[in-house]
């Protein structure tokens, strides 16, 4: 007599292995949305680290100029006269419905050319030429100014002089 698997074992069986496809197969789709939420995640990462590389050179190349103010900021941009090579250069970081824009106008070498660019800055109403969209999904910005002996608001502070040292002046010296 021939002995074999019956009907119910087979199915058993399959459905042993079905489970076991399932299964499979749920592990490694969660392998694949693990693997895309990490390369977003590192994507914005880099271009985060990115944004923070160009703001670190704008603000070492700040140029204090005699004519318009090498740092501003009015509550909606902050503006900064860079150096550059050929000339100076305005550039303004702005937050305009949760995007982050850096805008950057032609480097200049004359005075009024640098007046006539800070004015532009301060005009800015949309995808102007020399405009760039940095990071989206920004709720809100605040820029502190370090002034004497602690940080500042700059839009509370406005653009104060920085506080003299609180260290008392040393004595006169006496006449022997």
């Given amino acids: 007599m021939r002995r074999g698997f019956t009907l119910v074992e087979v199915l058993v069986a399959l459905l042993i292995m079905a489970v076991i496809a399932a299964m499979g197969w749920q592990g490694i789709s969660g392998m694949a949305r693990a693997r ?9 990462t880099l271009r985060l680290a990115a944004v923070i590389g160009q703001w670190e050179q704008d603000l070492a190349a700040v140029y204090d100029s005699p004519l318009v103010p090498g740092v501003s900021f009015d509550g909606a941009a902050l503006r900064l006269v ?13 937050l305009r419905e949760g995007r982050w824009q850096r805008w950057a106008g032609p480097v200049v070498q004359r005075a009024g050319e ?19 969209l940095l990071l989206e999904g920004i709720t809100d910005w605040q820029v502190y100014f370090w002034r004497g002996q602690g940080w500042s608001n700059a839009q509370s502070s406005g653009d104060l002089v920085a506080a003299p040292s609180p260290v008392a002046p040393a004595p006169p010296a006496s006449a022997a």
């Avoid at 895309?36 to 914005?44: K, L």
């Avoid at 860079?82 to 702005?94: K, M």
């Fill in 82 to 94: 860079r150096r550059n090579e050929g000339g100076v250069q305005v550039v303004a970081w702005q």
């Fill in 114 to 132: 640098l007046q006539q660019a800070f004015r532009a800055s301060q005009q800015l109403q949309g995808p102007e030429v020399g405009q760039m």
């Fill in 36 to 44: 895309d939420i990490g390369a977003t995640a590192s994507e914005r």
